[in-house]
């Protein structure tokens, strides 16, 4: 299975360190981020990983041409940037090699075990698989509801009345074909605003029982490498 690991974002929210640094490669505990998602899909035996890029850019493929390892990693350079759903369809010629496609926010720290996941959503027929966490913040998230049957029946960005604490880990497996009839219209295209919506009832979610943290802002950052301190066998 192939990999889109969505790596383009500006990091605002951690100015001043991501003037000079893209955010994918903010360091936690000496290491940066992405080297974690490498290793992580390292273990796994996953040795396709598709990155798109947009923000110092230049310094991402710096890094990953002094990347040894067995893994093929491609860049995908975004002049402008695209979304999460666009660039997935601006790519789309990529991601359908294989039938499907594990798509993931860079922006989170995580020791999912993906094997456990990718056997989920080979046990069903639909679509997509979400990944969710429980959250003690939900009106912060995008929040699931799920029915007896793990199929998502509600999807809503940050809810004033959160209808369960089931929240969008963005980490997904997608069905490439999916992608057969969409096209870009120049306009940022989004994964939980623009695709979601449309698979209500027609996708899963999975719980994850692993550790997952968006590195989001300073105080985040902070709180991972204080974690991570704490917590040398999650990594």
């Known amino acids: 299975m192939n990999v889109f690991l ?14 000079n640094v893209p955010k994918c490669l903010v360091e936690i505990n000496g290491k940066p981020l992405l080297s974690y998602w490498i290793d992580l899909f390292s273990k796994y035996q996953i040795n396709k990983i ?6 110092l850019q230049e310094k991402v493929s710096y890094y990953l041409q002094n990347f040894k390892g067995n ?8 002049k402008e940037l695209l979304g999460s759903l ?12 294989e039938q499907h496609v594990l798509v993931c926010y860079a922006d989170n720290l995580t020791n999912i075990n993906l094997k456990k996941f990718i056997n989920f959503h080979n046990s069903h027929n639909l679509p997509i698989t979400i990944g969710l966490f429980e959250t003690d913040f939900p009106k912060d998230c995008g929040i699931i509801e799920l029915d007896e049957n793990n199929i998502v029946i509600s999807f ?8 369960s604490n089931l929240a969008n880990a963005g980490i997904y497996i997608f069905d490439t074909s999916i992608f057969e009839s969409v096209s ?3 306009k940022l295209l989004d994964i ?24 989001g802002d300073l105080r985040k950052l902070e709180f991972a490498e204080n974690y991570l301190k704490n ?3 999650l990594f």
Do not use: Q, V, W
């Open 50 to 55: 598709f990155i798109n890029t947009h923000h």
């Open 156 to 163: 809503e960005e940050k809810p004033e009345c959160p209808k």
């Open 6 to 19: 969505l790596a383009a974002g500006k990091g605002t929210r951690l100015l001043p360190l991501t003037s």
């Open 71 to 78: 893994i093929n990693i491609e860049t995908c350079y975004e």
């Open 86 to 97: 666009g660039t997935l369809i601006i790519n789309k010629s990529k991601i359908m090699r």
């Open 192 to 215: 939980a605003f623009d695709l979601l919506p449309n698979y209500i009832g027609k996708m899963k979610g999975y719980k994850l029982n692993d550790f997952i943290y968006d590195i």
């Open 184 to 186: 870009f219209d120049n």
């Open 231 to 233: 917590n040398l066998n």
